[in-house]
């Protein structure tokens, strides 16, 4: 059974850093593209970054670029999101994904985060 667990949410004022990760377990995906994903309340879930296979292309939106860098350790089968320079509005309930085939398939179950100002 495949798993992906977030951790590493957290309340934390404007300006300042938090670090996510997701272990995968029950599948190897060094060969797939891993992503993070967020969402609000009323809201559709929205990419954040992607990052394929290891040390691969990385995408990331425009609303964190420049602020947050993805990262990955295959050999942990492990996916990171450090978010530095926190503002109130990447509140949001964040989502590790990753991808069989082109696909993301499998999904965490989520971590939250909030920036208070």
């Known amino acids: 059974q495949v798993r992906l667990v977030e951790s590493g949410g957290g309340l934390v004022q404007a300006g300042a850093s938090l670090r996510l990760s997701c272990a995968a377990s029950g599948r190897t995906f060094s060969s797939d593209t891993m992503g993070w994903f967020r969402q609000t309340p009323g809201k559709e879930r929205e990419f954040v970054a992607g990052i394929s296979r290891s040390r691969g292309p990385t995408l990331y939106a425009d609303s964190v670029k420049g602020r947050f860098t993805i990262s990955r350790d295959n050999a942990w089968n492990t996916v990171y999101l450090q978010m530095n320079s926190l503002k109130p509005e990447d509140t949001a309930v964040y989502y590790c994904?990753?991808?069989?085939?082109?696909?993301?398939?499998?999904w965490g179950q989520g971590t939250q985060v909030t920036v208070s100002s």
């Open positions: 994904a990753a991808t069989e085939g082109t696909v993301y398939k499998y």
